[in-house]
């Protein structure tokens, strides 16, 4: 078992989609390089922002970009001078990721999508993803309006296939 692999079996399941299994990498791998012994809300911002998805486009649109989110980590100090075998979630994420769950049943999906993700970072109380996102001026109001639509467009597609 990894460290994105633990906690409630329902919430494992939920983790199962390749793209959110990635976004989880790519955060393991910046927290690493930036020798965070932490991966942080700002590092699923990051993994979100690296995956190049769709999701990553509503980013991208408003001017969010991986490497505009590793200058804000940077900025807003990693105070860390460690490097350690292993990375744990902080709390911060694990709450993300159960939000994320939620977000994702109350669209009426069982799995976390980098969407779900997206959403559940922009309603969390706190968090240094928002700070970062506050840092490079996005209006998350606006943000999570555009997530919703991009949900809510993925929805009615999917439901005209079938």
């Known amino acids: 078992m990894n460290e994105f692999d633990r906690g409630s079996s329902k919430l494992e399941e939920a983790l199962q989609s390749p793209k959110v299994k990635e976004i989880m990498a790519l955060a393991q791998e910046k927290a690493k390089e930036l020798n965070s012994p932490f991966v942080g809300t700002e590092f699923l911002l990051f993994g979100i922002a690296e995956e190049r998805g769709r999701v990553a486009d509503v980013l991208a649109g408003m001017?969010?970009?991986s490497d505009r989110i590793t200058s804000e980590i940077i900025d807003?100090?990693?105070p860390w001078e460690v490097s350690l075998e292993g990375i744990e979630l902080t709390?911060?994420?694990?709450?993300?990721?159960?939000?994320a769950l939620d977000e994702?049943?109350?669209?009426?999906?069982?799995?976390?999508?980098?969407c779900h993700l997206l959403l559940a970072l922009v309603r969390m109380d706190g968090g240094m993803a928002k700070s970062v996102l506050n840092h490079l001026g996005i209006d998350l109001r606006e943000l999570q309006?555009?997530?919703?639509?991009?949900i809510t467009s993925i929805s009615v597609a999917?439901?005209?296939?079938?």
């Not at 709390?91 to 939000?99: D, F, I, K, Q």
């Not at 309006?145 to 991009?150: E, G, K, P, Y």
């Open 91 to 99: 709390s911060p994420v694990e709450e993300t990721l159960e939000r």
């Open 63 to 65: 001017g969010v970009t």
């Open 104 to 114: 994702a049943n109350n669209y009426g999906s069982s799995q976390i999508s980098p």
């Open 158 to 162: 999917e439901s005209s296939l079938t």
């Open 145 to 150: 309006r555009r997530i919703d639509r991009f």
């Open 76 to 78: 807003i100090g990693l």
